[in-house]
């Protein structure tokens, strides 16, 4: 199911079809450098880690991290979406995309149109975003889509530190 377009991108639903892409992106080198080591190895665990923390939160909360797609041929790219993990007060948005679609605004793209998805469509006053402290490309994009670094936390279900960014919908 289509949730939003940009200029450039498609924003849907994941699907057990997507397991394979999954499988590579939760294994790219900088997912755990900058992200964590979820242990999926192989297309079975794909998918039942993809049951848990994509299709699960569609159902309970009518959003979530969403695949992300060209428009121009259709490529899966990514993911990004509004997700609402236990360690922090507010949904949150996050993204990743795989190795060869990096440096070319996907990224600030699909976050600054889910940002806009959770005030508009969501009703979202304050949206947050984690990052490791040292991922400094990831610290470019939220502060180009208009989040503010709020500083280093340790969060519950995170093994290592997070640089804590926030959005706030203004007063107006």
């Known amino acids: 199911m289509e949730i939003l377009r940009t200029e450039r991108l498609r924003l849907r639903q994941f699907t057990?079809?997507?397991?394979?892409?999954?499988?590579?992106?939760?294994?790219d080198p900088d997912w755990h450098r900058n992200i964590?080591?979820?242990?999926?190895?192989?297309?079975?665990?794909?998918?039942?880690?993809?049951?848990?923390?994509?299709?699960?939160?569609?159902?309970?909360?009518?959003?979530?991290f969403w695949a992300v797609e060209r428009l121009s041929d259709g490529q899966l790219i990514g993911m990004c979406g509004l997700f609402k993990r236990d360690s922090l007060p507010e949904v949150d948005v996050g993204y990743a995309l795989a190795a060869p679609f990096r440096g070319q605004g996907y990224a600030r793209e699909a976050a600054g149109a889910c940002l806009a998805y959770g005030r508009e469509q969501l009703g979202l006053r304050r949206i947050l975003a984690i990052i490791a402290p040292d991922n400094t490309p990831s610290a470019r994009v939220l502060e180009s889509i208009g989040m503010v670094a709020q500083?280093?936390?340790?969060?519950?279900?995170?093994?290592?530190?997070?640089?804590?960014?926030?959005w706030e919908a203004s007063t107006d």
């Open 16 to 27: 057990p079809a997507d397991a394979d892409f999954m499988l590579a992106l939760v294994n």
């Open 36 to 64: 964590n080591d979820p242990g999926v190895r192989d297309r079975e665990q794909a998918l039942a880690w993809m049951e848990t923390r994509l299709f699960e939160p569609y159902q309970r909360l009518g959003h979530g």
């Open 151 to 166: 500083g280093v936390q340790q969060l519950d279900a995170q093994t290592g530190p997070s640089m804590l960014y926030a």
